[in-house]
């Protein structure tokens, strides 16, 4: 299997780069995201490689980094998510983006790719949400409270606070993110004003 692929770009497809290696030209799927970054013709690249094989094709996926190559593996462990559909996800999301949305539940922000729709996006957030927090940069705390959010299981001043933040405009991750913080400062038991007056600290920060 081809693992990684160094050469020359020789020219662009729609979808696709062909990549000079030592005189044999490799046609190489990318994401628009990672196609955008490749450098121009007659110039060196390097890129991770996914090898698909099939009983009538032989396919390569290339990737800037073995960590969009990870995320491309783990989003077709979804149901209903193929080659197609993730790396139409990877165009959309760049792999600590994609870690951060789902780790915390945020299925709009899965759902802005062409292609998949509420319900494929649910899929992927609930389906990898146990993967997504090793590999992403959000607070270990606002990642659980998104879970708790999720599950509808958190207390009733976070989650009282957390919607007043998003009815004053903010997005609900950032509003998570801001309760997170001003609970941990709060301590259990604070009440919805208090909360949300330490929100708007935070967001103020």
């Known amino acids: 299997m081809i693992g990684k692929l160094k050469g020359l770009i020789d020219s662009y497809g729609e979808d696709y ?13 990318c994401s628009s995201r990672t196609l955008q970054a490749l450098p121009a013709a ?3 690249a390097v890129l991770s490689i996914e ?3 099939r009983e009538d094709q032989i396919k390569l996926f ?9 995320w491309f593996r783990l989003l077709q462990t979804v149901q209903g998510v193929g080659a197609k559909v993730a790396l139409a996800v990877l165009s959309t999301l760049p792999p600590a983006d994609l870690a951060n949305a789902i780790a ?8 802005r790719t062409s292609g998949v729709g509420p319900k494929v996006a649910e899929r992927i957030v609930t389906e990898l949400k146990d993967k997504a927090p090793a590999f992403a940069s ?3 705390a606002v990642v659980a409270l998104s879970g708790a959010l999720d599950d509808r ?12 933040l998003v009815n004053l405009g903010y997005g609900q991750p950032q509003a998570a993110a ?5 609970s941990r400062s709060a301590g259990e038991g604070a009440e919805t004003a208090q909360l949300i007056k330490l929100g708007l600290k935070e967001l103020s920060k």
Do not use: C
């Open 17 to 29: 780069v062909i990549l000079d290696v030592q005189g044999v030209g490799y046609q190489v799927h």
């Open 42 to 44: 007659g110039e060196a």
């Open 51 to 53: 090898t698909y094989v």
């Open 62 to 70: 290339g990737f800037r980094s073995d960590l969009e190559r990870e």
């Open 104 to 111: 915390l539940r945020d299925k709009a922000a899965v759902a």
């Open 138 to 140: 959000v607070d270990p």
């Open 153 to 164: 299981n958190a207390p009733r001043p976070v989650t009282d606070a957390i919607s007043a």
């Open 178 to 182: 801001a309760i997170a913080a001003a």
